[in-house]
């Protein structure tokens, strides 16, 4: 059984900042790519950005300069650090993990895996 749990979602002015996290869980073996997804209201669930495990980044051209992932390979865990925050990132934001599992000794994957999702709001 593998859980992703996010953490770091609230309430915050323009121009202010949050920080993410999302830690897995779990019969892990290994974790690939880790990543933030986030959905608006009324709209599609879209990449924010993703980060391997040779810690190679990717980002949406929306947030390059303003947010940050970053992953501590040793706790499974992923961050996203949101600076200069604006309305229109206003959104459920999601944690994804690509990874293979196990259970005794057979391994499944490799899987997406998605965490329950935080709400990130952005007003004054």
């Known amino acids: 059984q593998v859980q992703l749990v996010e953490s770091g979602g609230g309430l915050v002015q323009p121009g202010g900042s949050l920080r993410l996290s999302c830690a897995a869980s779990g019969s892990i073996f290994s974790i690939y790519a880790m990543g933030w997804y986030r959905q608006a209201p009324g709209k599609q669930r879209e990449l924010v950005a993703t980060?391997?495990?040779?810690?190679?980044?990717n980002y949406a051209d929306s947030v390059k300069g303003r947010f940050t992932i970053s992953r501590d390979n040793a706790e499974n865990t992923v961050y996203l650090q949101m600076n200069s925050l604006k309305p229109e990132d206003t959104a459920v934001y999601y944690c994804n993990a690509d990874l293979t599992s196990y259970t005794g000794s057979y391994y499944y994957g490799p899987h997406d895996y998605w965490g329950q999702g935080t709400q990130v709001t952005v007003s004054s």
């Open positions: 980060i391997t495990s040779g810690d190679s980044t």
